[in-house]
């Protein structure tokens, strides 16, 4: 994977996970249950190559 393909697939995993909280958020998710969620998520790793 090239270096431009890299940021463009971190990038589009950053932006979706932004709008899965955004709706989340609207949807009166707990916050509590949000930060469960986003530490799960930034344990996995970036692409790299």
């Not at 994977?1 to 707990?30: A, P, T, W």
């Not at 969620?37 to 344990?43: M, N, R």
């Amino acid at each position: 994977m090239c270096e431009y393909s890299e940021r463009i697939f971190n990038g589009g995993k950053e932006e979706g996970r932004k709008e899965m909280i955004h709706l989340m958020r609207e949807q009166g998710v707990d916050e509590a249950i949000i930060a469960k969620i986003l530490a799960s998520i930034t344990e996995q790793e970036t692409v790299k190559v």
